[in-house]
């Protein structure tokens, strides 16, 4: 049973638009939630993170909303810049759970056209 | 400040093969896991080690030993290789297990024939 999903494998948006990611649960126990950024042939990197008790955390062109009613949080990346072409990951984790409570979702593979 | 290191970046095996992938980070991170990459499937956790001499099992530990004598090495054994093992692994580290936020190597690319 998949806890984390993120339901489009790719998505392909102009540069300058916005992006938009998606990724729902099925854990009402999780409580933190991370998006990393994994560019071919690197290991993933942390690019921001939401803790339950809000429902949105900024940095630069990227937020992170988080809708706890739904079990839905979303990663918009405005402009967006054809260096954020790769596959963007999803995480939670439940309370206390630390690094090894952590579940990923299957990617999504963002193609930023010129 | 190399971060986190991983070797080899590839390797095939045959099957029934063993061998380690080597793991170091130089960042005097705590905590340290070894997780795998298959195609359309999210990164599962294999092994994770709080601390020298503590390892424990995550999600898919099976066909996989670990052990932490150092707190910069974390190496992954493979002890009789199988089809089923061919992907990709990648080792993070963080400073502690509290720490959601992990540093990822490159990763290796195995393929086990």
């Known amino acids: 049973d998949q806890q984390v999903k993120q339901n489009s494998p790719s998505l392909s948006v102009q540069e300058g638009r916005i992006s938009i990611l998606n990724c729902d649960y099925t854990?009402?126990?999780?409580?933190?939630f991370l998006w990393y950024k994994k560019y071919p042939a690197e290991g993933p990197t942390f690019l921001i993170s939401?803790?339950?008790?809000?429902d949105k955390n900024e940095d630069g062109r990227f937020t992170v909303f988080l809708n706890k009613s739904a079990k839905h949080l979303s990663l918009h990346i405005v402009p967006s810049q054809p260096g954020d072409s790769a596959v963007y990951f999803c995480?939670?984790?439940?309370?206390?759970?630390?690094?090894?409570?952590?579940?990923f979702g299957k990617g999504t593979h963002l193609i930023i056209q010129p | 400040n190399a971060g986190v290191t991983q070797t080899p970046k590839f390797q095939v095996l045959k099957t029934g093969q063993s061998m380690t992938l080597q793991c170091a980070q130089d960042?005097?991170?705590?905590?340290m896991s070894w997780y795998r990459q298959d195609p359309g499937m999210g990164l599962r956790l294999i092994h994770y080690?709080?601390?020298?001499?503590?390892?424990d099992q995550g999600e898919v530990p099976n066909g996989y030993n670990v052990s932490r004598s150092t707190t910069e090495d974390f190496p992954l054994r493979l002890l009789s290789a199988a089809p089923s093992q061919t992907s990709v692994y990648f080792c993070?580290?963080?400073?502690?297990?509290?720490?959601?936020?992990?540093?990822f190597g490159p990763g290796t690319r195995l393929t086990v024939t």
């Open positions: 993070a580290s963080s400073w502690t297990g509290e720490s959601y936020e992990q540093y």
């Open positions: 854990n009402s126990m999780f409580d933190y």
């Open positions: 939401i803790s339950s008790i809000k």
């Open positions: 995480a939670a984790s439940p309370p206390g759970g630390g690094a090894d409570g952590l579940t």
């Open positions: 960042m005097n991170h705590e905590y």
């Open positions: 080690s709080v601390g020298a001499g503590i390892t």
